[in-house]
């Protein structure tokens, strides 16, 4: 219901019942948070967003505290504001201080706090933190020694993707958030999506660095280096800097990466649209043979979905397309096809991905992905890593000239760009499906994506007198409740299911540039659809340099593919 | 390692979130400590996460994760027997023992746990030794209590 408050002695409107920081929030007010999320239910444990209710004797969390008709609130009273600042002064009694050498150094929301507050010296001293930190995992790094117990990544490894790899452990000042029997995320049931690292106010969460390997191959002379470029993490980089689709963000850092040694840059695009030329012929093959077992198809890309299949749902893994995902196609392309024709030994060929992603780190190791200990992905930078490598190259993409990608792999078509959101893929694979089904006919093909990142998330696909039913959800809660409803209702009329671990696909995944806040991933999304139209094919298979790998290596079936795949 | 646990889980037979503590207290009291290996049995059967039931279980004082000695003294450092000197007596125990409190020695004679509060605040400060209260203690008669024990193991052996 519709309600009139008093903040500050301004009168503002806002709804009986919505919590005192939205409403606050949404008219400008700015009241600090360490331990809110959108979309989340509120804790009140940091107590950051402390406001002053008239008739209330103490202090309220404006986080927890319900608007009602004709309240008066003080945002920035001085008890309020000493209340805050006394927080922060605490938090900070046993941080270990060494913003100098901490990588989120100026992306850090304790450092910004303390700004804000205006905090001077330490003013409680109790023993700094000093727990060692856990670089076991392949992806994900943590060091407890800068947590602030805020709670955001239990929360989201719990409530949004069901695994609760990190949990409070113990209680009172001992309290720590750390993997099951404090031994290593390596051995948890982590599935390094890295949406920890999205949410958490400091550096306590971080990507494991492939910087430094990246840098000492860069400066070794029998490496040739080759960065692969995904298309969400163009979109990514867009975003970020503040340009638009038309600005040719690839063709400069192209130019960016071979100023800093790189031997040849490549568009992940075309590995992307051979991806999804495979998964639809799967598809396709399923859908012929009328394949109830494996029916439905789910997308494989997602590492760290194939992860939490293997280890929570092994009954759902031959759902799973046997495609390798575009940043391991591109890498074995490059090591064995093209080291092949231009008379370089795989060997030499050192290859670097560049995606939003932190468990692409992860899929890098897996023994499938590996020949003799070697992967086909030697690296695997996240949009985070590449931005410190081109800041410690002094590079700016701003004034930075452009250049063509490298060919063949230079060019991408819109499906390629469609792999960075969720609800992307489906379409790009039922694009594919389509022309597979019905080769040239006259027939429109009809995809109806829906128009808010909340909506339905599946439709169904009109190819001759077939109806194919496509969905698509973000986060393994989203998964785990589909595919829960699906078997309640016994449904058979969905095909296929694109699967991806982070909130939003790709454009929310745990590799992007830190933000506040969960809008990030609909820009990320948005820059991806405009992108869509520079493309230079509409769908997967006209990209010629998938086609023609097509041409040389038979579809499916073919036993080099399975083997790869296996 | 599950097969072992049926039966306390057929005590449980909606295997419900809530029967989370009561199954790992009957756990406790039957093999004396949370195993891992039980732990994710317990998971398994509740469908919680490992590391949600090893969060819980570490937040209460009154589960252990390694075996206890023969001996387990819980020294109380409730309010009443920290007053009257808990953590001198707990320092002394230390020495002779010679395990830290929340350890097992490795010969698995002797365990500490220091506990919150025993519930016998008039008699403090007060060890409990398997169950049995030691009431008033002193140094004096912490040292007569230990060396009492290990005279009675030797001639055992």
Known sequence: ?566 | MESDLEHIFTHFPNGKREDLIPILQVIQDEKGFLSEETIDAVGKYLRISTNKIYGVATFYDNFRFGPVGRYHFRLCQGTACHVAGASTLQKELEKLLKVHAGETDKSGLFSLEVASCLGACGLAPLVEVNDEFYTNITLESLKELVRMIREKENETL
């Open chain 1, 1 to 566: 219901m519709e309600c009139k408050i008093e903040v500050n002695n301004k009168m503002i409107p806002a709804r009986e019942g919505e919590s005192l920081l939205e409403a606050l929030r949404e008219h400008g007010f700015k009241i600090p948070t360490l331990c809110h999320m959108n979309r989340f239910s509120p804790t009140g444990a940091c107590r950051l967003c402390v406001v002053e209710v008239e008739g209330m004797k103490d202090l309220v969390t404006s986080c927890s505290y319900p608007v009602k008709d004709g309240m008066k609130v003080k945002t920035n009273s001085q008890r309020v504001i000493k209340a805050r600042k006394s927080l922060v002064e605490l938090l900070l009694s046993n941080h270990p201080d060494d913003c100098l050498y901490c990588q989120r150094n100026g992306h850090c929301e304790l450092q910004w706090l303390a700004g804000e507050m205006n905090v001077k010296e330490r003013k409680y001293f109790a023993g700094k933190l000093t727990d060692n930190p856990d670089y076991s995992s392949t992806s994900v790094a943590r060091d407890p020694a800068k947590c602030v117990l805020c709670s955001r990544c239990v929360r989201i490894c719990e409530e949004v993707q069901r695994v609760t790899a990190i949990d409070f452990i113990s209680r009172g000042n001992e309290t720590k958030v750390n993997s099951a029997f404090r031994k290593g995320l390596n051995v948890s049931s982590c599935i390094q999506c890295g949406q920890c690292i999205q949410v958490c106010p400091t550096a306590a969460l971080l990507d494991i660095s492939h910087l430094e390997k990246v840098q000492a191959a860069l400066g070794n002379h029998k490496k040739q280096v080759m960065f692969v470029i995904s298309p969400s993490a163009i979109a990514s980089v867009t975003e970020l800097m503040g340009f638009k689709a038309k600005d040719k963000v690839l063709e400069r850092l192209t130019a960016a990466l071979k100023r800093l040694g790189a031997g040849k840059v490549f568009n992940m695009g075309t590995a992307a649209d051979i991806h999804v030329m495979e998964e639809a012929g799967q598809l396709a093959e399923m859908l012929k043979n009328k394949d109830k077992e494996h029916q439905p198809l789910m997308s494989s890309c997602c590492p760290s979905w194939v992860r939490y299949v293997s280890v929570f749902r092994p009954k759902v893994l031959p759902h799973l397309a046997s495609v390798k995902s575009p940043g391991h196609i591109a890498g074995s392309l490059l090591k064995t096809d093209y080291a092949r024709e231009h008379g370089i030994a795989g060997e030499n060929i050192y290859t670097v991905s560049i995606t939003p992603c932190v468990a692409k780190k992860y899929e890098a190791s897996w023994e499938k992905n590996t020949h003799q200990g070697v992967s086909e992905v030697d690296a695997v930078l996240t949009v985070r890593e590449l931005f410190r490598l081109l800041r410690s190259f002094g590079l700016n993409l701003a004034q930075m000239e452009e250049e063509a990608p490298d060919s063949p792999y230079q060019q991408s078509s819109a499906a390629a760009y469609k792999l960075g959101y969720s609800g992307g893929k489906a379409e790009a694979v039922a694009r594919e499906l389509f022309r597979i089904m019905k080769g040239n006919s006259k027939e429109k093909f009809r995809f109806l994506q829906p128009k808010s990142m909340a909506g339905k998330r599946e439709t169904q696909v009109t190819i001759g007198k077939k109806q194919v039913g496509f969905a698509w959800v973000s986060s393994i809660a989203e998964a785990e409740d589909y595919l829960d409803a699906l078997r309640e209702e016994g449904r058979d009329d969905i095909h296929y299911i694109e699967v991806m671990a982070c909130l939003g696909g790709c454009a929310g995944g745990g590799g992007q540039p830190i933000s506040r806040g969960f809008d990030k991933p609909k820009a990320r999304k948005k820059l991806c659809g405009d992108m869509e139209k520079t493309a230079t094919w509409q769908s997967a298979s006209e990209n010629t340099v998938a086609a023609d790998f097509f041409a040389r290596i038979p579809f499916r079936g073919n036993k080099l593919w399975e083997q790869a795949n296996k």
